[in-house]
T-cell receptor, first 118, second 115 residues
């Protein structure tokens, strides 16, 4: 058990709908990362938050958005869902310091949310 | 752009044999290289990592080597056991002095260990 929790475990919805995935990082971790895992694209970085602020964006669609709340949990919002959005969505967390830190921080992954768009 | 190539995509070994998975990265600024093990229905689990100032690191039956000049790093598993069967991912990342330490993943290697 990595200490990162994600809910729900499974999500089945229809095209055009909107869903919210939730992630709680390990205690003390300030950074949250979202990754998408699909059969054809592998594990792809979507977005990163550090202590409530967006730090970096990867291959994230405009239909997707995320935020990190004051208690450090994060939510990933997926809207206008398409069949191709079906995938596993993972959240990871790390104790990453600020940009000036020289400490490398491991990323620990949650169990994921399996999204199926029908 | 940032890219990590991983080989082989599948690997079958007999229990007790060794397994080697190789990765090549493109971003010269990468200096942190973790390896993850993913079992069916679970999230990736960090099993070992290596920093750019180290050439080799070992933890019991697993070891990782890094050749920064060639931009290659490898995972070595000795005395394989059936419970080592899983998908293994390599990844590369930049130091925290950059704005983000996002992980760039390889495409994965499915390791099967036969009893």
């Amino acid at each position: 058990d990595s200490g990162v929790t994600q809910t729900p475990k499974h999500l089945i919805t229809a095209t055009g709908q909107r869903v919210t995935l939730r992630c709680s990082p390990r205690s003390g971790d300030l950074s949250v990362y979202w990754y998408q895992q699909s059969l054809d694209q592998g594990l792809q970085f979507l977005i990163q938050y550090y202590n409530g602020e967006e730090r970096a964006k990867g291959n994230i669609l405009e239909r997707f958005s995320a935020q990190q709340f004051p208690d450090l949990h994060s939510e990933l919002n997926l809207s206008s869902l398409e069949l191709g959005d079906s995938a596993l969505y993972f959240c990871a967390s790390s104790r990453r310091g600020s940009g000036g830190s020289t400490v490398y921080n491991e990323q620990f992954f949650g169990p994921g949310t399996r999204l199926t768009v029908l | 752009g940032e890219n990590v190539e991983q080989h082989p995509s599948t690997l079958s070994v007999q229990e007790g044999d060794s397994a080697v998975i190789k990765c090549t990265y493109s971003d010269s600024a990468s200096n942190y290289f973790p390896w993850y093990k993913q079992e069916l229905g679970k999230g990736p689990q960090l099993i070992i990592d290596i920093r750019s100032n180290v050439g080799e690191k070992k933890d019991q039956r697993i070891a990782v080597t890094l050749n920064k000049t060639a931009k290659h790093f490898s995972l070595h598993i000795t005395e394989t056991q059936p419970e080592d069967s899983a998908v293994y991912f390599c990844a590369a990342s930049r130091t925290l002095s950059y704005n983000t330490d996002k992980l760039i993943f390889g495409t994965g290697t499915r390791l099967q260990v036969f009893p």
